[in-house]
Antibody, heavy 122, light 106 residues
Framework: EVQLLESGGGLVQPGGSLRITCAASGFTFSNYAMSWVRQAPGKGPEWVSAISDSRGSTYYADSVKGRFTISRDNSKNTLYLQMNGLRAEDTAVYYC???????????????WGQGTLVTVSS | EIVLTQSPASLSLSPGERATLSCRASQSVKNYLVWYQQKPGQAPRLLIYDSSTRATGIPARFSGSGSGTDFTLTISSLEPEDFAVYYCQHRSSWPLTFGGGTRVEI
């Protein structure tokens, strides 16, 4: 059974940093590209960042480029999102999401975690 | 960035009725269009990918169509559990984007 378990969310002041983590199980993690998708309260989903399978290519939304860094540790089946320079508008539930097919850029998301809430406020 | 516009914003229907949801892209996304369903307090659930391919376990009453810039999600006969918000997403190019959603309510 595929499981994605996010952790590391919390309250952080504007300008602060936070690293959130997604522990994956139930599939061969290294074979799949992964993404972070966020959803602000009452809003629709917003794609944040993606990382390819073992090749490590990374992609970012313009709204987070230069502030957020996605990475993965395939030996630990874990996905990360390092968030620096946080702003109030980054407040959202952050989901990690697994792409639908291995070994390629198949960026539809067939499994999502339960999300971790990041609140940026003073 | 490709903008996805969903219409209508909300749809009031009864169980058993047909729902037709639209997603229009600001430029061609070929057939790389995805549909999700989301219920309150839950993560989105994959329904359809690449315009018309149902995801594993998705009932046949859900169908998708379209290519280029105009796409449709059809629910042939609404079940009580289908009342939710539906989002489209493209995977044609970076950045990936989502539409603003259509709420299907009773």
């Amino acid at each position: 059974e595929v499981q994605l378990l996010e952790s590391g969310g919390g309250l952080v002041q504007p300008g602060g940093s936070l690293r959130i983590t997604c522990a994956a199980s139930g599939f061969t993690f290294s074979n799949y590209a992964m993404s972070w998708v966020r959803q602000a309260p009452g809003k629709g989903p917003e794609w944040v960042s993606a990382i390819s399978d073992s090749r490590g290519s990374t992609y970012y939304a313009d709204s987070v480029k230069g502030r957020f860094t996605i990475s993965r540790d395939n030996s630990k089946n874990t996905l990360y999102l390092q968030m620096n320079g946080l702003r109030a508008e980054d407040t959202a539930v952050y989901y990690c999401a697994k792409t639908g097919r291995s070994f390629g850029d198949y960026h539809w998301f067939d499994f999502w975690g339960q999300g971790t809430l990041v609140t940026v406020s003073s | 960035e490709i903008v996805l516009t969903q219409s209508p914003a909300s749809l009031s229907l009864s169980p058993g009725e047909r729902a037709t949801l639209s997603c229009r892209a600001s430029q061609s996304v070929k057939n790389y269009l995805v549909w999700y369903q989301q219920k309150p307090g839950q993560a989105p659930r994959l329904l359809i990918y690449d315009s018309s391919t149902r995801a594993t376990g998705i009932p046949a009453r859900f169908s998708g169509s379209g290519s280029g810039t105009d796409f449709t999600l059809t629910i042939s006969s609404l079940e009580p559990e289908d009342f939710a918000v539906y989002y489209c997403q493209h995977r044609s190019s970076w950045p990936l984007t989502f539409g603003g959603g259509t709420r299907v309510e009773i």
